[in-house]
C-alpha cells in the first residue's frame, strides 16, 4: 500500500511541476500598418512573473511564414528587457514563453515613422 501511495505521490509531483517548465505561446490579432505612412508593427514583451522568463517573439505574415524573430533570452522580472520585434508590414506576433502565459504581458503596436503608437492590441 505504502508503495502505491509512493508512486502516486510521485507522479502528482512529476504531473504538477512537469507542467511549468512547459512553453506557451500567445497571439496578438492581425495588425496592418500604413506602410505608406511609414508605420510599422512592432511586438512588445513584459515579465509579470516573480522569477527570470525566457521569451522568443515572431512577426508572423498572414499565411503563417515567419518574418521576423528574436530570441530574448532570459528576461526578468518587471523587465522588457528591451526585447522588441519590428516589420514595415502585415502580420501579428506570436510570443513563446517559458513555464506558462501567466507569466509575461505580451502586445503588438502600430508604430508611426517618429515612433508613436497609433494602435496597440494585447495577445491572448
Not at 502505491?4 to 496578438?28: E, H, N, P, V
Not at 527570470?52 to 526578468?76: K, P, R, W
Not at 502585415?90 to 517559458?98: D, E, I, L
Request: charged share 10%.
Amino acid at each position: 500500500m505504502k508503495t502505491i501511495r509512493r508512486m502516486l505521490s510521485t507522479i502528482a509531483l512529476a504531473l504538477t511541476f512537469g507542467g511549468a517548465a512547459q512553453a506557451a505561446t500567445l497571439y496578438t490579432p492581425v495588425l496592418i500598418p500604413d506602410t505608406v505612412a511609414g508605420e510599422s508593427l512592432a511586438c512588445f514583451v513584459v515579465n509579470v512573473a516573480a522569477s527570470s522568463t525566457t521569451v522568443t517573439m515572431d512577426i508572423v505574415n498572414g499565411f503563417g511564414g515567419v518574418i521576423n524573430t528574436v530570441n530574448c533570452g532570459a528576461i526578468l522580472p518587471g523587465a522588457t528587457s528591451g526585447c522588441i520585434v519590428q516589420h514595415a508590414g502585415a502580420g501579428y506576433c506570436r510570443v513563446t514563453v517559458s513555464g506558462g502565459k501567466n507569466r509575461v504581458r505580451a502586445w503588438a503596436e502600430l508604430l508611426s515613422s517618429t515612433g508613436f503608437t497609433r494602435f496597440q492590441d494585447r495577445a491572448e
